[in-house]
């Protein structure tokens, strides 16, 4: 069954950089794009844009470019969320999401990474 | 962008009730080459991460219980749980894919009465 798998949590301070993954199995996955979510504590879902798996290109949501970076390891079916000078502001949980076939709703979506930044 | 705009925020609905949350997007988001609307629903539950129950505006996901119904077309869509049951209480999120970016509505949040 399709499954996508997250790093845990982290604890960084700001100005600090955090790398979130974000595993696949059970599918093809240079068929299906990537998506990532950003749900910050108590609040709705945020979408931060989506990463072609087959292409690798991304397309970032307004207010997600510059400190944000989506890639892959097609080698082991792997996605990454790449967040540098951490702000306080980006503390949140961050889900990464599997696209449908051809459309993007999302089908299977990951247990999320809490990242929490703190001095 | 497109704005999604969910109603209520809350609700209360008594067990074995009919439940009926709305979204509305500021744009239409019907695709008139397929005739479909790309717009689809959520639910999460405490502590889990969202779960896909429909899109298309109407299609239920594989797995979903027939008590979960959506409909509406264009730019006003309704979710209905036909008869609420103890596990339904979740945050209940709608999202269109018609066009990046990719918008959610806030929430609306689903207890029982």
């Known amino acids: 069954q399709v499954q996508l798998v997250q790093s845990g949590s982290e604890l960084k301070k700001p100005g600090a950089s955090v790398k979130v993954s974000c595993k696949a199995s059970?599918?093809?996955?240079?068929?299906?794009?990537i998506n990532w979510v950003r749900q910050a504590p108590g609040q709705g879902l945020e979408w931060m844009g989506v990463?072609?798996?087959?292409?690798?290109?991304?397309i970032y949501a307004q207010g997600f470019t510059g400190r944000f970076v989506f890639s892959l390891d097609t080698s082991v079916t792997t996605a990454y969320l790449q967040i540098s000078d951490l702000k306080t502001e980006d503390t949140a949980l961050y889900y990464c999401a599997k696209a449908a076939p051809s459309y993007n709703y999302f089908d299977n979506w990951g247990q999320g990474t809490l990242v929490t930044v703190s001095s | 962008d497109i704005v999604v705009t969910q109603s209520p925020d809350s609700l209360a609905v008594s067990l074995g009730e009919r439940a009926t949350i709305s979204c509305k997007s500021s744009q239409s988001v019907l695709y008139s080459s397929n005739n479909k609307n790309y717009l689809a629903w959520y639910q999460q539950k405490p502590g889990q991460p969202p779960k896909l129950l429909i899109y298309?505006?109407?299609t239920r996901e594989s797995g979903v219980p027939d008590r979960f119904s959506g409909s509406g077309s264009g730019t006003d869509f309704t979710l209905t749980i036909g008869s609420l049951q103890a596990e339904d209480v979740a945050v209940y999120y709608c999202q269109q894919y018609y066009r990046t970016p990719y918008t959610f509505g806030q929430g609306t949040k689903l207890e029982i009465k």
């Open positions: 990463i072609n798996t087959n292409t690798g290109r991304p």
């Open positions: 298309w505006a109407s």
């Open positions: 059970g599918y093809t996955f240079t068929n299906f794009a």
